[in-house]
């Protein structure tokens, strides 16, 4: 994808870049390749797979929700800052908390945030379930780009949200991991309100988009120990 074809397919999902935004992301993205060739941030690493597989691919929440001004958003296993950075990037009102356990990868994101000047974003290089619990019952939207099975993200997200917020978990297929979390979902309190289907431009790979609502606060034992987690019990 090129940059002229990012500009239309953006505004395809009524996101309308500004030139602020575009320099932005042109930094980040020259900062991305750059840094890639010390670190493993990502196997992502030409100018135009950066622009569909990162920058698109991570704007594609706005399928989901409306990202308005005042919320607070989390980004759980952000890696190089997908969603997440990019979010705060083009809706730079947006109030952000960047969590990732990999030390050089919270470096990079560090980096390019004092780049930019961005304000209003935080890095944490902490487990999703050492998060400092200031932040429960804390965040409007949670999100997730491929960072684990379904059944395990939602324990790791839902504690964080407020009633009534949500996890937008990004994913590929997606339908057995949505069969086999419901039963966990119900001990959440929380619910799949929407599952939006849809492919990316050029290459048409599937992508999906699981919209999880919390309807009442979550016990205090979760999220629990990874181990517990991974031992398929709740």
Do not use: W
Not at 137 to 160: N, Q, W
């Amino acid at each position: 994808m090129t940059k002229d074809e990012f500009i239309l397919e953006c505004g395809k999902m009524n996101i309308f870049l500004t030139e602020q935004n575009m320099r932005d992301l042109e930094i980040y993205k020259d900062m991305l390749i750059s840094y890639n060739q010390k670190f493993n941030l990502t196997a992502i690493k030409t100018e135009e797979d950066i622009y569909l597989k990162h920058f698109y691919d991570s704007l594609t929440i706005c399928k989901a929700t409306t990202l308005k001004e005042d919320l607070k958003l989390l980004d759980i296993g952000t890696g190089a800052g997908f969603p997440g950075l990019v979010l705060k990037i083009v809706f730079p009102k947006l109030d952000v908390v960047l969590l990732d356990s990999n030390h050089k990868k919270g470096m990079f994101l560090e980096d390019v945030i004092k780049r930019l000047g961005l304000k209003h974003i935080k890095v944490l290089t902490v487990r999703a379930e050492e998060l400092d619990k200031t932040y429960r019952e804390y965040f409007d939207i949670v999100t997730s780009r491929a960072v684990a099975h379904l059944r395990i993200l939602t324990e790791l997200s839902i504690p964080y949200l407020k009633v009534g917020g949500m996890l937008i978990a990004m994913k590929g297929n997606v339908l057995e991991e949505v069969a086999k979390s419901k039963i966990f979902l119900e001990k959440l309190n929380s619910k799949i309100s929407n599952i939006i289907y849809f492919n990316l431009p050029k290459e048409e790979s599937n992508r999906s988009l699981v919209i999880i609502e919390k309807l009442a606060k979550t016990s205090d034992i979760y999220p629990r120990s990874y181990d517990k987690i991974m031992k398929n019990q709740i």
